[in-house]
């Protein structure tokens, strides 16, 4: 089952300084951290902000490109998690014909988002996400570690997004 979610906001991990997503279901019970590159934090951060420049970044570009060629983004999905990895699909429609592009979540977001089409997230990911291996030998990372991040997370309010400088 796919849980639609959105944009919280952008973090960074305060123990590896990598940028991390939030996203959060729309009745804010189920929170979703992924941790992304850079570049890509800032292209969310952008579009977020609403924040425009004298030439397209990437993301603008690829999006402008796909409004030229008539294909619209209906929606991104999470679909999957695999060794502490999230991988996603862009669904877009062209003339009709359904068409499904494979994506690291980060891309699909920055995309989504300029598009405004839905993100969902698979249930299936939701779930693994909580067992996240984090770096650290097993033995390291107690329930007590998980529950603190996971805790972190879920009470995370907008204004701690501007904390964390990218």
Same mark, same amino acid.
């Given at each position: 089952?796919?849980?639609?979610?959105?944009?919280?906001?952008?973090?960074?991990?305060?123990?590896?300084?990598?940028? /991390?997503?939030?996203?959060? *279901?729309?009745?804010?019970?189920?929170? /979703?951290?992924?941790?992304?590159?850079?570049?890509?934090?800032?292209? /969310?951060?952008?579009?977020?902000?609403?924040?425009?420049?004298?030439?397209?970044?990437?993301?603008?570009?690829?999006?402008?490109?796909?409004?030229?060629?008539?294909? $619209?983004?209906?929606?991104?999905?999470?679909? *999957?998690?695999?060794?502490?990895?999230?991988?996603?699909?862009? $669904?877009?429609?062209?003339?009709?014909?359904?068409?499904?592009?494979?994506?690291?979540?980060?891309?699909?977001?920055?995309?989504?988002?300029?598009?405004?089409?839905?993100?969902?997230? *698979?249930?299936?990911?939701?779930?693994?996400?909580?067992?996240? *291996?984090?770096?650290?030998?097993?033995?390291?990372?107690?329930?007590?570690?998980?529950?603190?991040? $996971?805790?972190?997370?879920?009470?995370?309010?907008?204004?701690?997004?501007?904390?964390?400088?990218?």
């Amino acid at each position: 089952m796919l849980v639609e979610m959105k944009v919280f906001g952008l973090a960074i991990d305060p123990t590896t300084n990598t940028p /991390i997503v939030i996203l959060k *279901d729309l009745e804010e019970k189920k929170v /979703i951290p992924i941790w992304i590159g850079l570049f890509e934090a800032s292209a /969310i951060a952008t579009e977020l902000e609403k924040i425009s420049f004298s030439r397209p970044m990437t993301h603008d570009l690829v999006n402008e490109m796909l409004k030229i060629l008539d294909v $619209k983004i209906i929606s991104i999905v999470i679909n *999957d998690l695999k060794n502490n990895t999230f991988f996603a699909v862009i $669904k877009m429609v062209r003339a009709g014909q359904c068409i499904e592009v494979d994506s690291r979540p980060s891309d699909a977001i920055a995309l989504a988002l300029r598009a405004n089409a839905n993100i969902f997230v *698979d249930e299936k990911v939701i779930e693994k996400s909580m067992n996240l *291996d984090f770096g650290k030998k097993k033995s390291d990372l107690s329930k007590y570690t998980k529950e603190k991040l $996971k805790e972190f997370l879920e009470n995370l309010s907008p204004e701690d997004f501007g904390k964390y400088k990218m």
